[in-house]
């Protein structure tokens, strides 16, 4: 089953521990965690997490830590593409309450997959979209 669709800073967050991360958030990973649920990381994250090491706004080894957990045989975390059904479901985001482009993305995968995003950001809530945090 899946639970939820992790946002960026989400992923970065439960990887380094940070306390930024909410107890709620963090539960709802170590719960899915431990029932065996699927977490997934839409492919936007990988590339925002490449855009923001170049910023220099997070670690170098964001995108390492998030590959070893990716390729781990065992984990929860499985990233999810950015396909021609995610392009549909995305304009059924509106553009003006989610304006960063990741972000609709990972918004249009929780909606079209009927499962909750993990995310800090409010914005993303919609009726449509529980957003958990």
């Not at 090491?53 to 999810?80: C, G, W």
Request: glycine share 4%.
């Amino acid at each position: 089953m899946i639970a939820a669709v992790a946002d960026t800073h989400t992923i970065i967050w439960y990887l380094y521990g940070d306390a930024r991360l909410s107890t709620r958030a963090k539960n709802t990973i170590d719960d899915a965690i431990s029932a065996g649920d699927t977490l997934l990381i839409s492919a936007i994250t990988c590339v925002e997490m490449v855009y923001l090491i170049e910023k220099e706004r997070i670690a170098a080894e964001s995108l390492t830590r998030l590959a070893a957990i990716l390729n781990d045989p065992a984990t929860v975390f499985e990233a999810y593409p950015v396909d021609l059904a995610i392009a549909r479901t995305l304009s059924r985001i509106d553009r003006e309450q989610i304006g960063d482009m990741p972000d609709r993305i990972i918004a249009a995968t929780s909606l079209h997959l009927g499962v909750p995003v993990i995310s800090r950001d409010a914005k993303i809530s919609t009726p449509e979209i529980t957003t958990i945090w």
